[in-house]
């Protein structure tokens, strides 16, 4: 008696153990109503004709297009939803890693984003929300350079060695209008403040870290601001602001020949007029109305 018993005891537990593998298997699947994601995968409708994308090579490929029957509400092709907690962790809920040993002529990027934005909305490659409530410092988008002509493999462990290569650029940000563009951008970058609150400063040109477990860097810059090419007008200063430039201790330094405009027209402005070595001003059309001889000796005026 006892024997059927731990017989159909057995069974029991075998059949359970069967559910929790099926479920097991379900969830890896997608779920009882869901489906295993193959390589390659079309959801919804079929993509357009004309596909408007380039040559892929890829492992694994999804596309989906969606029709919009009603306003409101989002659509995904993925959906990464991951919390963390802890001290001491490093939550990355995608890490992308790319080794680029091509030679001259290809362009190598961990991630490509092709924006095609045919419609009367606001469309973004990237797009952050920062919600900041803690004690930590929030970053919207966050880029750390590690350089090096080191024969050797890069700090920290995790890098492979690479022969020495010829030094070339480090950019940390990269914005083009390219040659296939047909027109001008309106502002390459473009900062803005909500509705009673901006930002304390625009951009900030720090010279090390702050806090106290702060990493020492370097402040010195080459420059910390470099304007090249042509235009209009190198840096323009519009709006309500009680100074327009403050430079505090530091020089305002002209070449021979540059001018100080004292008017809107731009006819009234004074020179160094490095020829006859003399200060002047000029009032156009009439020309140099009055001037100071550098070269003589020290007088009143």
């Keep these: ?3 059927s018993i731990d017989l159909a005891e057995a069974v ?3 059949e359970a153990e069967v559910t929790a593998l099926r479920k097991r298997v379900q969830a890896l699947e997608g779920g009882e109503d869901g489906l295993s994601l193959p390589q390659a995968a079309t959801f919804e409708s079929a993509l357009s004709p004309q596909g408007n994308f380039p040559a892929l090579n890829s492992s694994v490929t999804w596309a989906r297009k969606h029709h919009w029957e009603k306003p ?4 995904q092709l993925l959906s990464l939803i991951f919390e963390a907690d802890g001290q001491g ?3 990355w809920p995608l890490y992308i890693q790319l080794t680029n040993q091509a030679a001259p002529g290809g362009d190598a990027t961990g991630v490509y984003v092709r ?3 045919a419609g009367g909305g606001w469309a973004a490659g990237y797009h952050t929300d920062l919600f900041h409530v803690g004690s930590g410092t929030s970053i919207g988008a966050n880029l750390e350079l590690v350089r090096t002509d080191k024969t050797a493999g890069l700090p920290g462990g995790h890098y492979p060695d690479f022969p020495r290569q010829p030094v070339g650029r480090a950019i940390g940000l990269n914005i083009q209008n390219t040659s296939h563009s047909t027109a001008s951008g309106d502002q ?3 900062i803005q403040g909500g509705p009673g609150h901006s930002w304390d400063t625009a951009v900030n040109i720090q010279a090390e870290n702050e806090g106290e477990d702060a990493i020492k860097v370097d402040g010195h ?3 910390a601001i470099h304007v090249q090419g042509s235009g209009d007008a190198a840096l323009t200063v519009e709006g309500e602001y009680r100074v327009g430039i403050a430079l505090g201790p530091h020089d305002i330094h002209l070449g021979s020949g540059a001018k100080i405009f004292l008017d809107d027209a731009g006819t009234v402005f004074l020179r160094f007029n490095a020829d006859t070595q003399r200060l002047e001003f000029v009032h156009e059309p009439k020309g140099v ?3 100071l001889d550098l070269s003589a000796d020290a007088h009143a005026l």
């Design 188 to 190: 390459a970058i473009n």
């Design 72 to 75: 409101g509400g989002t659509a």
């Design 115 to 117: 924006l095609l934005n």
């Design 12 to 14: 029991q537990r075998l």
């Design 289 to 291: 109305i009055g001037y």
């Design 221 to 223: 810059w080459v420059h």
């Design 89 to 91: 962790t490093f939550p």
């Design 1 to 3: 008696m006892s024997s």
